[in-house]
């Protein structure tokens, strides 16, 4: 069983600039999760995504989309980057039907630079 | 609005001590409270998940316990080793952010040899 995988490891951009991360979730799961983890802090909550829609979303600007595709893969978007944007985004999936009681399982994260 | 903190920030033990790393959140209407491992730059690896209806989880040389009332938790590491050395964050998961994650900003642990 493959876990969560993330694409690409590293990624530099410059400000301005639109970018798109990837995530296909642990095999059996439907449910994926966004988190940006700026450094030094803990992971904060983009946006989930169940059945190819956003079904809750954290306090991030409009500049934060995703998309969930029929195979339950994700990706995250972020366009007009930012600085500040710099951090390592980390995706998660989980089966809905245990989304209140079970673990979360994390990929190894995709590192954006923006300079 | 759901807040966690951990502390200390960071913290350097000689192999084989025992540990405690301490958690605390404001809103004790949780689901649950889990403790991740990190290693530097990459993703988190779950370590123990306690239910809100529980008082503790054991796996190996932790344990984890939960006082919801108090709006605490703690993790207790036995026997150190440098293999333990990584930044440990707790999370839970609350009403108020539906099935999200509401992380704290981690204890960085080093064990020496």
């Known amino acids: 069983d493959a876990g969560v995988t993330q694409s690409p490891t590293h990624l530099i951009k410059t400000r301005g600039q639109q970018v798109t991360l990837r995530c296909s979730p642990k095999s059996g799961h439907d449910t994926v999760s966004w988190y940006q983890q700026a450094l030094g802090q803990g992971p904060q909550f983009i946006f989930q995504?169940?059945?190819?829609?956003?079904?809750q979303r954290g306090n991030f600007p409009d500049r934060f989309s995703g998309h969930q595709f029929p195979n339950y893969s994700s990706e995250l978007n972020v366009n007009a980057l930012l600085l500040g944007d710099s951090a390592l985004y980390l995706c998660?999936?989980?089966?809905?039907?245990?989304?209140?009681?079970?673990?979360?399982?994390f990929g190894p994260g995709t590192r954006l630079t923006v300079l | 609005k759901q807040e966690v903190t951990q502390i200390p920030a960071a913290l350097s033990v000689p192999e084989g001590e025992n540990l405690v790393l301490n958690c605390s959140f404001t809103?004790?209407?949780?689901?649950?409270l889990q403790w991740f491992r990190q290693d530097p730059g990459k993703g988190l690896t779950s370590l123990l998940l306690?239910?809100?209806?529980?008082r503790e989880q054991t796996s190996g040389r932790l344990n984890a316990s939960l006082d919801k009332s108090s709006g605490r938790s703690t993790l207790y590491i036995a026997a150190s080793q440098p293999g333990d050395s990584a930044t440990y964050l707790c999370?839970?998961?609350?009403?108020?952010?539906?099935?999200?994650?509401?992380f704290g900003k981690g204890t960085t642990l080093s064990v020496s040899s």
């Open positions: 995504y169940y059945e190819e829609e956003e079904r």
């Open positions: 306690i239910q809100s209806s529980q």
């Open positions: 998660a999936s989980s089966d809905d039907l245990a989304s209140y009681t079970d673990t979360q399982y």
């Open positions: 809103d004790s209407a949780i689901y649950n």
């Open positions: 999370a839970v998961r609350s009403g108020q952010a539906g099935t999200a994650l509401i």
